[in-house]
């Protein structure tokens, strides 16, 4: 007999207002999205037309991420007894559940590149000068507790968290003013919140922050805002070959750049140097690391954009042909 009193059979709607909130499952052997609707996750299969609800949440969800391999779902909601699930993605179960990751729910989460770690920001309280909190979750161990926790160092909320793709113990949170660099190579979170200089960038950064991204294999990152621009992050090791996490890398706003003339409300990387980046316009376009443009496709004709996601794929050419900055344009599906 089934635990729900309602059983949903399809979902015919999604959650449009969460940053991120679809993602590709696509690999060789699979066509299919994730998306979040409501209280629930979907698997919609569109090669066979299925779908798989994941059910669990007694809030409505307010985040999700995806694993690098396609294999993992997480998912966290605000409210009373909030949860964090992660779910297999091939059978839709719940592998692991966390019962109150924070005390008024996550707004903000990833999941690290090698799959092994989750962050997660939680919602701040709006009726108290209780800190926002940061939370570092090892989810593949036995423990149900985090194995880090660290109050924010700024009143303004963070609304993003992101882990470095080329480096797990480097995680970057976001709020409207403020970007916040973490380090937990020494298992303890040190934070210090990256300063720009409006005199020095040559004027203002173009509106509030929205989100922030690193560079894969850089240690630079890069930091949208809502007119359009974005702020490079430069690391001091960025010269040298990353090929240990025992360092702590300071960052500094070295540049502010404008890359559109709408609202940027998502940004995400490609591990091939491709940054792409979402506009409130309905156009999506593709820089390189030095935020050269090499692509844009601004026909979709679906209204605002703030969500990008690309599945696993072989690049069909040779590989000094397609698929890097410099050469014929090519990304994942």
């Known amino acids: 007999m089934s635990n729900n009193v309602l059983k949903i059979n399809w979902a015919y709607g999604f959650s449009k207002g969460i940053t991120n909130g679809i993602h590709s499952l696509c690999h060789s052997n699979r066509n299919a ?66 019962f109150t990751p924070h005390p008024l729910g996550v707004k903000a989460l990833d999941i690290s590149d090698d799959t092994l770690y989750i962050t997660t920001i939680g919602k701040k309280d709006q009726y108290s ?4 909190e940061i939370a570092i979750w090892a989810w593949t161990k036995e423990d149900d507790n985090a194995i880090l ?3 924010c160092p700024t ?24 970007v916040c ?46 007119g359009g621009s974005a702020v490079l992050w430069e690391s001091q090791f960025a010269s040298v070959l990353m090929d240990t996490v025992t360092e702590k890398q300071l960052r500094t706003a070295t540049k502010i750049i404008r890359l559109t003339e709408c609202d940027i409300n998502f940004i995400t990387t ?21 935020m050269r443009l090499e692509a844009w496709f601004e026909d979709l004709a679906a209204g605002s954009v703030n969500s990008i996601s690309f599945g696993l794929q072989q690049c069909p050419f ?9 050469l014929k344009f090519w990304v994942p599906d």
């Open 318 to 326: 040779k590989a000094d042909q397609a698929g890097a900055p410099g």
């Open 270 to 290: 490609l591990a091939s140097g491709y940054v792409a980046v979402a506009g409130s316009d309905g156009t999506v376009k593709f820089y390189d690391f030095n």
């Open 33 to 98: 999205i994730f998306f979040v609707s409501s209280h629930s996750g979907v698997i919609y299969d569109f090669e066979h037309r299925t779908q798989m609800i994941l059910q669990g949440h007694c809030n409505v969800i307010t985040c999700c991420a995806v694993s690098s391999d396609k294999r993992w779902i997480v998912t966290a909601d605000c409210g009373e007894d909030p949860i964090m699930v992660v779910w297999d993605s091939l059978t839709g179960a719940p592998v692991k559940t966390f």
């Open 155 to 178: 009143d303004n909320e963070q609304i993003i968290v992101k882990f470095d793709p080329s480096n797990s113990f480097e995680v970057v949170t976001t709020g409207s003013k403020t």
């Open 149 to 151: 926790r660290k109050p």
């Open 181 to 226: 660099f973490w380090n937990w190579v020494e298992f303890n979170l040190d934070v210090y919140i990256g300063k720009i200089s409006k005199s020095e960038l040559g004027g203002g950064g173009g509106g509030n922050f929205t989100s922030t991204v690193f560079l894969p294999g850089s240690g630079n990152a890069i930091t949208t805002t809502r």
């Open 129 to 132: 000068n209780s800190p926002q």
